[in-house]
């Protein structure tokens, strides 16, 4: 009995160093535990090319509260714009859907909504139907060689700002193609 566990034991080692040199091994991510890092809401000031965190949080009501107070001691951002970032992690069953599918409509594993609001008399007002509420996607290569973090955040913010995110029908965006640039 314990020659043969033995050689399945050896056969699965020698599978997964192929596995490995080839990089076609499987890890398992766990995509929320990446967005807890990060924090799954941002709001960001965008002036021009110029980006700042106003408040981040992984409740939405703190995140927001945060970015209140920060406003109203500073007036100066009065009629300025604010991107809200939301990060949402796509279930399996959706990624494993779209990968069967030949419409492609995701692209990686946690997306990224960015929506805009407009500080008017020291609050937060929604830009509703606003032509610049975008969608973005962290790849999978992105999450494995790169970390999410401020600069990234600021960037995606600043892009959906300045048009650089396409908002076409079955575009996808993909931050992979906004880091290249």
Not at 25 to 31: A, G, L, Q, T, V
Not at 75 to 93: D, G, H, M, P, Q
Not at 111 to 130: A, H, M, P, R, T
Request: charged share 25%; aromatic share 12%.
């Amino acid at each position: 009995m314990g020659v043969k566990y033995l050689f399945i034991f050896k056969l699965i080692i020698i599978i997964l160093k192929y596995l490995i040199n080839n990089n076609t091994y499987f890890i398992i991510m766990n995509y929320e535990n990446k967005i807890n890092e990060f924090n799954k809401y941002h709001y960001i000031i965008v002036i021009g090319k110029k980006a700042a965190i106003l408040g981040s949080s992984n409740d939405l009501k703190e995140a927001l509260e945060i970015t209140d107070n920060y406003i109203q001691k500073n007036k100066k951002f009065e009629n300025k714009v604010v991107a809200r970032l939301e990060l949402e992690v796509i279930s399996e069953r959706l990624l494993k859907g779209n990968e069967e599918s030949k419409i492609k409509t995701i692209g990686g594993p946690i997306q990224i909504k960015v929506e805009f609001y407009k500080i008017i008399n020291g609050s937060l007002k929604k830009l509703i139907d606003y032509y610049k509420n975008n969608t973005i996607f962290l790849t999978k290569k992105f999450l494995n060689e790169n970390k999410f973090d401020e600069k990234i955040s600021k960037l995606i913010a600043s892009a959906a700002f300045n048009n650089v995110l396409k908002n076409d029908l079955f575009v996808i965006n993909l931050i992979d193609d906004l880091i290249k640039n």
